[in-house]
């Protein structure tokens, strides 16, 4: 075996490694109509952000996905009409749901 053939292998081999990284995961899996309509979803500002009113949310908003969003969080300015972002606050309060 040769010096460049000794080198390459373990070259080839980390690259392989590296590559296999770069592999996209499959996206959320979206549900519903797809089409968001957050009206009658203004009963839940002012309420905990629980998992039982998230899921109710998500339910009643008909979107495909849901986007919580806390006080930290920078988001995108992007518009989909199948998603629902419900803005949550220090305090896991919810201050705002929209379709955007």
Same mark, same amino acid.
Do not use: Y
């Given at each position: 075996?040769?010096?460049?053939?000794?080198?390459?292998?373990?070259?080839?081999?980390?690259?392989?490694?590296?590559?296999?990284?770069?592999?996209?995961?499959?996206?959320?899996?979206?549900?519903?109509?797809?089409?968001?309509?957050?009206?009658?979803?203004?009963?839940?500002?002012?309420?905990?952000?629980?998992?039982?009113?998230?899921?109710?949310?998500?339910?009643?908003?008909?979107?495909?996905?849901?986007?919580?969003?806390?006080?930290?969080?920078?988001?995108?300015?992007? !518009?989909?009409?199948?998603?629902?972002?419900?803005?949550?606050? !220090?305090?896991?309060?919810?201050?705002?749901?929209?379709?955007?």
């Amino acid at each position: 075996m040769s010096r460049h053939t000794r080198i390459a292998v373990p070259v080839l081999a980390v690259a392989a490694t590296l590559l296999s990284g770069c592999v996209s995961s499959p996206g959320p899996e979206v549900r519903g109509s797809g089409q968001c309509h957050d009206a009658p979803l203004q009963w839940a500002v002012g309420q905990p952000a629980a998992e039982d009113t998230m899921r109710k949310l998500f339910r009643e908003s008909g979107a495909g996905l849901i986007n919580p969003i806390g006080p930290a969080t920078v988001v995108s300015k992007d !518009k989909r009409d199948d998603r629902l972002r419900v803005f949550i606050d !220090k305090d896991n309060v919810i201050t705002a749901v929209r379709c955007e």
